[in-house]
């Protein structure tokens, strides 16, 4: 693997049909914001090998969205990734470092952004660049990370919905 792609789900509604936080589907910015964030991506060239969507029915639906811009990509939908924590993020990470050239897993906050933390202060990453993420990992965000020969990863860019539309 030379990529890695972190993305939270975009924003949700409030609650769903069920009243499980699991079902929770994308509100209307949400699709508003994956459809930025996956144009974003595709402009950059950014189409991964593989997708890791949590089963939550919002990360689902980021994805279907996302992927609108990637064209064909293997999608494996794993419900341990709901509410998953960093360790168990990377493990499925890790998993896939021999299938998939760029990966792109879409998850859930806390454990998304503990994780980009983490493997920036791991790639002994710059103050400014850990400060970036400082300020935490918003709905529809995407990391893109870099992974060199040693399996270190450094940070490539940020996408943040808001900041999306001016790139797709």
Excluded at 43 to 70: C, E, F, N, Y
């Amino acid at each position: 693997m030379h990529r890695l792609i972190l993305m939270r789900h975009a924003k949700a509604e409030r609650g769903s049909p069920s009243g499980r936080d699991k079902d929770r589907p994308l509100a209307a910015r949400g699709r508003e914001d994956a459809v930025r964030v996956g144009k974003a991506l595709a402009l950059r060239r950014l189409r991964p090998d593989r997708a890791l969507v949590s089963g939550a029915a919002r990360t689902r639906q980021t994805w279907d969205i996302v992927h609108d811009s990637m064209g064909d990509v293997e999608v494996a939908i794993m419900d341990d990734l709901y509410e998953a924590d960093p360790d168990l993020l990377r493990a499925r990470i890790e998993a896939e470092m021999d299938a998939a050239g760029c990966l792109i897993l879409i998850g859930h906050n806390p454990g998304i952004h503990q994780l980009a933390v983490e493997l920036l202060i791991e790639g002994a990453a710059a103050p400014s660049v850990l400060e970036r993420l400082s300020s935490g990992f918003p709905t529809g965000m995407a990391a893109i990370f870099s992974v060199d020969a040693a399996g270190r990863y450094a940070l490539e860019g940020l996408i943040r919905p808001d900041d999306a539309g001016a790139e797709a």
